[in-house]
């Protein structure tokens, strides 16, 4: 990855207006609206906005799940962000950067996409659904990241990790997971809370 590459960001102040809040938000048609609105999108130097919390980064947090179980994974030494290296996860996704931009009218979900493709190989039938957002303004990493939540659904599990950065990669049972939540960085451990809700 490029140390210039320009990513997706939101003015900060754009998500306070449409409704601020901390742990996982499970959002309605306008919310979702006033956050994604491309109109807003802004693309700047990750250098700079990786400490700058007037801006929150769009992350998209790919969630695969069959059944009771969910593709789960060990952010390995390939991954680029240090702060959440041998933490495991249940996310997928990383930045959307400025190449998505050209792929069409709709920057974040092209770069969605290339992000699930880029980091697995999906061999079965599968539906994607918004699911929500995740803030975290306790950490550093949070303060200038806002994951927006997928749930893809599958009919198998034929799943396959792409990328040295998804280590130990497998499924295991939602309750199993929510067990072990202090393995899981904090985004996966809010998704964990909200799934057990269900």
């Known amino acids: 990855m490029p140390k210039d590459e320009r990513v997706l960001v939101i003015p900060t102040e754009r998500f306070r207006a449409a409704g601020c809040f901390h742990g996982f938000r499970a959002a309605d048609a306008a919310y979702r609206a006033a956050v994604l609105?491309?109109?807003?999108?802004?693309?700047?130097?990750?250098?700079?906005?990786e400490t700058q919390p007037e801006f929150k980064q769009l992350i998209p947090y790919v969630v695969l799940?069959?059944?009771?179980?969910?593709?789960?994974?060990?952010?390995?030494?390939?991954?680029?962000?240090?702060?959440?290296?041998?933490?495991?996860s249940v996310g997928i996704g990383g930045h959307i950067s400025e190449e998505d931009a050209r792929g069409g009218d709709d920057p974040y979900a092209t770069g969605m996409m290339r992000e699930l493709t880029e980091e697995v190989q999906i061999g079965c039938d599968w539906?994607?659904?918004?699911?929500?957002?995740?803030?975290?303004?306790?950490?550093?990493?949070?303060s200038v990241h806002l994951g927006v939540v997928h749930l893809v659904e599958l009919a198998s599990q034929d799943v396959r990790s792409r990328e040295e950065a998804l280590a130990e990669a497998g499924f295991s049972p939602l309750a199993e997971l929510a067990a072990r939540n202090d393995e899981f960085e904090t985004w996966s451990q809010f998704v964990l809370a909200e799934l057990g809700r269900g």
Do not use: W
């Open 37 to 49: 609105e491309p109109s807003a999108f802004q693309f700047r130097p990750r250098s700079e906005v």
């Open 127 to 142: 539906k994607d659904s918004f699911f929500g957002f995740i803030n975290d303004d306790r950490t550093p990493v949070g």
């Open 65 to 88: 799940k069959c059944g009771n179980d969910l593709f789960h994974y060990r952010r390995g030494a390939a991954g680029t962000e240090a702060r959440l290296r041998s933490l495991r």
